[in-house]
């Protein structure tokens, strides 16, 4: 069995690891890293969105060099009403991930590996080839694992890149449009203009399950974009994706379990509770780990990624109570009412809601007037979760 020494190895070549080995190479000349990664490229087949009012001024500085696409703000459409917001908006694609991770390759700091991982401790990772690297820092960043001290709802997606035989007019994204059926959960359709001509159209759910009816959801798109009255030329791509929401949990006995190496991203619970998004998080952990002083270890990146993400958990308790009320207080095919409600609210209280920062006034803007649930439920809902 062959044997490699470096600084870091991430296990797990998706968006948490490799902000991680970005913010690592640009803050510490000597270090070396290695990214594990069992697809042919990292980042898989993806589209991370987010709002710039999600990151600071620095972090959106640094995560720049990743954006695809931008835009000057956002729209939602609801059955009653529709709205637009001047929120920028922007979007990382896999492809330009890879490109930009690869490149930083050149100078022989980073390597790529692509295998898949036969062991994993906190010193070293065993490849299927036999091969065993060394590391000080290990950190595994292979996306969620099922875990019964989690308790989960799903959003799930399924889209298609689509190139049309003319213009399709929209200059902005339309990031909810819940005008369609509802089934399955809440449901609605996400737009985004990448060119006069392509889209990236997704059919999105929020739903108690994670089961994938491809070829139906196929034809979901391909009636919608009809309505649209566009006609496709060709898809591009497809992909797919499952995000938790969390209704409830224990975070101390989650980061008890299985402790002997460092976790990202959603491996570590460093997610939005309510849409999913993991972005924002990774980005602050990245920045974090890079800041520490001295040399990194598993050790050290645990503690920090636990830090975060116990803390990230304590200020969230009420977007799980949120999640509870859309879950198990409202009907069906009624939850697209807490959504169209949330969007009569200001601007400010919507960006800080998909940042993650809400104040005490955003959190009784969100709960006064005609409730879209039964009070009687909320009530209960509330004195059954452990901490809001």
């Excluded at 690869?102 to 692509?114: E, Q």
């Excluded at 993991?278 to 598993?298: E, F, I």
Aim: glycine share 6%.
């Amino acid at each position: 069995m062959r044997s490699v020494d470096v600084d870091v190895i991430l296990v797990g070549g998706g968006l948490a690891n490799g902000l991680i080995a970005m913010r690592l190479l640009a803050a510490h000349a000597q270090i070396s890293i290695v990214i594990v990664e069992s697809q042919p490229t990292l980042g898989g087949n993806h589209t991370w969105s987010f709002f710039e009012s999600d990151l600071t001024s620095e972090e959106r500085a640094w995560i720049m060099p990743l954006v695809e696409y931008r835009w000057s703000g956002y729209e939602v459409a609801f059955p009653e009403s529709r709205r637009l917001l001047s929120t920028a908006y922007a979007t990382i694609t896999s492809e330009r991930f890879h490109r930009c991770l690869s490149a930083l390759s050149a100078d022989g700091r980073l390597r790529i590996i692509t295998q898949q991982v036969a062991a994993c401790t906190a010193t070293d990772v065993v490849l299927a080839d036999g091969v065993r690297i060394e590391g000080r820092a290990i950190i595994d960043g292979r996306g969620a694992q099922s875990n019964a001290l989690m308790q989960l709802a799903y959003q799930k997606f399924f889209g298609q890149v689509i190139e049309l035989d003319k213009p399709h007019g929209r200059t902005l994204p339309l990031i909810m449009d819940a005008t369609v059926e509802q089934h399955d959960g809440y449901r609605f359709f996400y737009l985004l203009p990448f060119d006069e001509h392509r889209l990236l159209v997704e059919d999105t759910r929020y739903t108690e399950n994670v089961a994938f009816d491809r070829a139906a959801m196929r034809t979901e798109i391909a009636n919608y974009v009809a309505r649209q009255g566009w006609n496709i030329q060709t898809i591009e791509r497809e992909e797919e994706g499952i995000l938790p929401i969390v209704l409830d949990g224990d975070i101390n006995a989650f980061w008890r379990h299985e402790p002997q190496t460092a976790r990202s991203g959603l491996r570590a619970a460093l997610f939005h509770p309510t849409t999913g998004y993991s972005l924002p998080s990774a980005v602050r952990l990245a920045d974090q780990l890079a800041n520490l002083p001295g040399p990194l270890t598993t050790s050290r990146a645990q503690v920090c990624a636990r830090s975060q993400s116990m803390q990230q958990w304590n200020r969230h308790g009420f977007f799980r109570f949120l999640n509870r009320l859309m879950f198990f207080a409202a009907q069906p095919s009624l939850r697209y009412k807490i959504l169209q409600r949330f969007y009569t609210l200001t601007q400010k209280t919507i960006e800080r809601f998909y940042a993650g920062s809400l104040n005490v006034s955003d959190k009784a803007r969100i709960l006064i007037g005609k409730p879209p649930v039964s009070p009687l439920a909320a009530l209960k809902i509330m004195l059954q979760m452990r901490k809001i």
